[in-house]
């Protein structure tokens, strides 16, 4: 259960359970602040979990990782999997983590800063400020996964495969030039929240 909001993957009966016991989804050691600071170089979402995991059924995370320990994320992601791996869920499931890659990583280019609008109190884009790019920040629907493509083909191809092994009733639908997205902050499940109501 997330922000009120049971998964749309659990049974009748876990969502029973989710909305009778809603303060208790999971048991174990609580992640610490520094477990939920999420990617390092991640201003954009300032630190959203959609960023770094996704409970994607009961007893199941997904979480962003890099095998490169000169990577920033790497020791969040290793700090992440020790927590998820020691941690059991509401009915004392341990927790199954499945491992998926960080493309690149990705940086923003001269011309991509220069072509990014900057008005108010936007954040300002500097060429070289790394891109949150994230696989994990996905959406699900109504029998599909939407989620990003950033032109990494292997880590692309990966993600899709991940993906439709982990939801094989959906249809994986990629977005391909997802890029566009992060450059300008957030990913494919930031865009899909709540918009606020104009007066």
């Keep these: 259960m997330f922000g009120g909001k049971c998964s749309p993957l659990l049974g009748k009966r876990e969502r029973k359970q989710a909305v009778a016991a809603p ?56 700090e992440a999997l020790s927590v998820l791996s020691n941690t059991t869920d509401a009915n004392n499931r341990k927790i199954e983590v499945v491992k998926l890659h960080v493309p690149g990583p990705l940086y923003m280019t001269d011309e991509e800063a220069a072509g990014v609008i900057q008005e108010g109190g936007a954040k300002p884009r500097e060429p070289g400020t790394r891109l949150a790019a994230s696989y994990v920040n996905f959406y699900i629907s109504n029998g599909g996964i939407i989620t990003p493509q950033f032109g990494d083909e292997k880590r692309d191809a990966e993600a899709v495969r991940v993906l439709s092994e982990t939801f094989p009733h959906y249809k994986v639908v990629k977005i391909e030039g997802a890029r566009e997205i992060v450059l300008a902050g957030g990913n494919i499940h930031c865009i899909t929240q709540q918009q606020p109501a104009m007066k």
Excluded at 28 to 53: K, Y
């Design 23 to 78: 303060h208790e989804p999971v048991t174990g050691e609580a992640p610490s602040s520094r477990h939920l600071q999420v990617f390092e170089w991640d201003d954009d979402t300032n630190g959203h979990i959609d960023n770094m995991c996704c409970f994607a059924k009961p007893g199941l995370v997904l979480l962003s990782w890099t095998d490169d320990e000169s990577d920033p994320q790497y020791e969040r992601s290793v």
